[in-house]
């Protein structure tokens, strides 16, 4: 971004949907309100604007510490501690006092395999394996400060296998099993883990995926690794290297089943989570116990009202950071019981959410816009078999929700009476920074405002806050689930984060703050295209093509054009009753043109049946650009959907 350039704004969305008053007397937040004499939202922001003393009341009602701290927050810039001098384990809060309360005999986790297999964990059952896995971690050697990297599917082993490392004090790195093995080798490498914990395989789309054989790739040169854990899931046999590998029920069998859990100090570092490393090497990015606990509880207690009648379903995979705080660590502080699931969203049928939703009385779903785009395409049909009454709030996670998305998942998967709960957060942020309280008036494709307790704003190249105009989306004070670095690289965390504003954190992302605050993100800020002067964002072209009524989804490049600079080149997926032609190509460039103004009217338009996608949901325009131009893709193992790649070179 040149110094006298913003991005331009072009799509104005004026709808809003307030919530129903019935519903908002009852919510956490009000409640919260109320007990604090709080009259209205705005003096809620206003007094959480001293967030020192609103995280100490926060994390009054979240966690036990073993000793308590002196101090909430010692910020030295651009390194922060919480809770100094308190001694902390996050397995106490999300375990331990469960299995000694009430809840004991509360389900913690509901498991649906994708072949229909079922099983329930109950806080008890979790507390009883994870000490039998803790000590036998300790058996191996594992002791605090240890790396211990885990490469599993969706499978109720794999938070039992974090959480045992975070009970002794181990370090957890999770890698997503969709990964290749020359992409978990590298973050094994990284961390210089001492055991691996892995599975012989599992199903995906009807289909075993090997993983025993893929670790065992990826230790081919791995030199730190001493053991290898493996867990049965399919039953197969699977490659063995004698007195490195044990198999999991071997190796708990004759475990207690009590194991004390590890005071630590609640700076000690928790996990380390890797990014996909998509523009040059992973970044393992630290989070620590404490203020991750505080944060991660938090927000999810208040955003999506957690209640103990609820069943949540975050429908993420926990190989990512959205499953490390919303399907492990917080749901189990808040003593909720969570859905997970191992399969793909549409197999064997387009139903299957729908299924799952109605078959266990699901009350809170978390899901990507790239899902709701997916059932899109499919039409509602499939919905409307399943009674989906129990849903009372809905969250959106990983990108921006295009408007015509937002509306799809509100009337259709909601019945016009669930609020969105559409949330703007990172790997690096460890929970929600930017986000409605069910409490708040939505506006579609907005994550509205930054939390009680939480800073962000939109500057220009000078540092200089704007508004109603695309900047750099920054967070202007720390917060406690703050990453604590990357590990071995502080440099690169202080260039990465710290090095464009003084003391404010440099999020990646453009977005824009309108006149009533509400942040829109427009996405990431090398996803920003240069057409004849004016900067606009992909994501506005995107939804402005995805809100066409025959559009599922939409992805949009620049390509390098010599008199505009770049041209608008997207590349279109159609709902399955529509079909590609010249007469909907030139329909679509209008529809934009009408949405957004001439400018960004697509030059090329190219139809395909997929979009290549990380797991995660999103969209990858470094790879669709470089197919596009005839240029080296790099690593695509990664990839959800590696055979989306070809799409591109077969568009028509």
């Known amino acids: 971004m040149s110094k006298e350039e913003n991005i331009s704004v072009l799509l104005d969305e004026k709808r809003v949907f307030k919530p129903r008053e019935e519903f908002v007397v009852q919510t956490n937040v009000k409640q919260w309100m109320d007990k604090h004499g709080i009259k209205n939202a705005d003096e809620l922001y206003e007094k959480a604007d ?7 009341e926060i994390s009054k009602e979240l966690v036990e510490w073993y000793e308590p701290y002196s101090k909430v927050v010692e910020w030295n810039p651009p390194y922060v501690k919480w809770f100094i001098g308190a001694k902390y384990n996050i397995v106490h809060d999300a ?41 036998s971690l ?4 594992v002791k605090k400060g240890d790396r211990v990297a885990i490469y599993m599917p969706m499978i109720p082993e794999l938070p039992i296998a974090m959480l045992a490392c975070a009970k002794i004090g181990a370090i957890h790195s999770v890698v997503f099993s969709g990964f290749s093995a020359l992409a978990f080798r590298d973050r094994v490498n990284d961390c210089e883990a001492k055991v691996v914990i892995t599975c012989d395989g599992f199903w995906r789309r009807g289909r075993k995926v090997y993983l025993k ?22 039953g197969d046999g699977v490659p063995w290297t004698p007195g490195r590998d044990v198999w999991w029920h071997d190796l708990v069998f004759d475990a207690s089943k009590e194991c004390e859990t590890e005071r630590l100090d609640a700076n000690d570092p928790l996990f380390f989570l890797y990014t996909s490393g ?42 990512w950071i959205t499953g490390h705080s919303y ?14 699931y191992e399969g793909a969203p549409n197999y064997p049928e387009p139903d299957r959410w729908w299924q799952i939703i109605e078959k266990y009385n699901v009350t809170l779903l978390y899901t990507s816009p790239t899902s709701i785009r997916l059932f899109m395409k499919y039409g509602e049909e499939w919905v409307k078999k399943h009674d989906l009454s129990s849903l009372r709030l809905l969250g959106s996670v990983g990108e921006p929700i295009n408007p015509e998305a937002w509306i799809w998942y509100y009337k ?20 929600f920074i930017i986000s409605p309280l069910p409490i708040t008036p939505l506006k579609p494709g907005s994550a509205t405002k930054p939390l009680p307790g939480l800073a962000a704003d939109v500057y220009n190249e000078q540092g200089e806050p704007v508004q109603n105009a695309g900047g750099n989306l920054v967070l202007t004070h720390p917060w406690p689930g703050m990453l604590r670095g990357i590990y071995k690289n502080p440099e690169r965390y202080e260039k990465t984060y710290w090095s464009k504003f003084k003391n404010v954190y440099l999020a990646g992302d453009v977005a824009r703050k309108d006149e009533d605050g509400y942040f829109w993100v427009q996405g990431r800020a090398d996803d920003v295209l240069n057409v004849s002067g004016h900067r606009i964002g992909n994501s506005e072209v995107e939804s402005a093509l995805v809100s066409h009524p025959l559009v599922a989804e939409a992805a949009v490049i620049g390509k390098p054009h010599s008199l505009k600079g770049e041209a608008i080149t997207a590349y279109v997926v159609l709902k399955k009753d529509a079909a590609p032609s010249e007469e909907l190509r030139k329909e679509l460039r209008e529809h934009v043109g009408n949405e957004m103004g001439k400018i960004a009217r697509p030059d090329e338009i190219w139809f395909v049946n997929d979009l290549p996608k990380t797991r995660s949901g999103k969209i990858m325009r470094r790879v669709i650009r470089s197919k596009a131009l005839g240029q080296d893709v790099g690593d695509i193992s990664t990839l959800a959907n590696p055979e989306a790649v070809k799409e591109i070179a077969r568009a028509k």
């Open 138 to 141: 300790k058996k191996l050697g």
């Open 213 to 234: 054989e893929q670790t065992d790739v990826a230790l081919e040169d791995a030199p730190s690794v001493e053991h290898v854990i493996v867990c049965k899931r399919t």
């Open 278 to 319: 998509t523009t040059g090497k992973p970044k393992g990015i630290i989070h620590a116990h404490g203020g991750y606990a505080v944060g991660t509880a938090y927000t999810l207690k208040w955003v999506f009202d957690m209640k103990d009648t609820d069943v949540w379903w975050c429908a993420a995979d926990i190989g």
């Open 327 to 340: 399907i492990v660590y917080a749901p189990l502080i808040l003593g909720a019981t969570s859905v997970i």
């Open 95 to 135: 375990l331990d006092r469960h299995a000694h309360s009430w809840r004991k005999n509360k389900v913690a986790y509901i498991f649906e395999g994708e072949p229909g297999d079922v099983k329930k964990l109950t806080y008890y059952d979790l507390y009883i394996e994870v000490n039998k896995l803790a000590n």
């Open 412 to 431: 259709h998967i909601g019945n016009e009476r669930c609020q969105i709960m559409d949330t703007w957060w990172q790997t690096e942020t460890g929970h």
């Open 50 to 56: 001293n967030w020192e003393w609103f995280w100490e």
